[in-house]
C-alpha cells in the first residue's frame, strides 16, 4: 500500500527554518525521483525542490540558497530543510515521486503540512 507522510510544519517568523520530512512506504525513495512541491492558497501546486536517484538535485529559483532536499535511504524518508523563510513560503508542502504515485488510477497525494511564515 502506497503512503506519503508529511510532517514537520508550523508557524515561524520571517528569517527563521523548517525542517520537513516525508516517510514513504509502498515505494523506496531511493529507487525513485523524489518532489517536494508546496501549493499556496489560490495558487497551482509547484515543485520547489527534486532529488533524483543519482543524488543530483534540483531547486525552484525562488527557494535556492535557502532550501535542501536530502534523503535517508535507511529511513525510507525523505526531508526538505529550510532556511531565512519568507511569508511566500507559506503553502501547505507535499512529497510524491517522479512520476507521482497511483492509487486507483489516481495520483496519490498525502497530507501535506502547513508552513505559516509570519511577517
Known amino acids: 500500500q502506497v503512503q506519503l507522510a508529511e510532517s514537520g510544519g508550523g508557524l515561524v517568523q520571517a528569517g527563521g527554518s523548517l525542517r520537513l520530512s516525508c516517510a514513504a512506504s509502498g515505494s523506496r525513495v531511493s529507487d525513485n525521483r523524489m518532489d517536494w512541491y508546496r501549493q499556496a492558497p489560490g495558487k497551482q501546486r509547484e515543485v520547489v525542490a527534486s532529488?533524483?536517484?543519482?543524488?543530483?538535485?534540483y531547486y525552484t529559483n525562488s527557494v535556492k540558497g535557502r532550501f535542501t532536499i536530502s534523503r535517508d535511504n535507511a529511513k525510507n524518508t525523505v526531508y526538505l530543510q529550510m532556511h531565512s523563510l519568507r511569508p511566500e513560503d507559506t503553502a501547505v508542502y507535499y512529497c510524491?515521486?517522479?512520476?507521482?504515485?497511483?492509487?486507483?488510477?489516481?495520483?496519490?497525494w498525502g497530507q501535506g503540512t502547513q508552513v505559516t511564515v509570519s511577517s
Open positions: 510524491n515521486t517522479n512520476p507521482p504515485m497511483q492509487l486507483s488510477g489516481k495520483i496519490y
Open positions: 532529488i533524483t536517484r543519482g543524488g543530483s538535485f
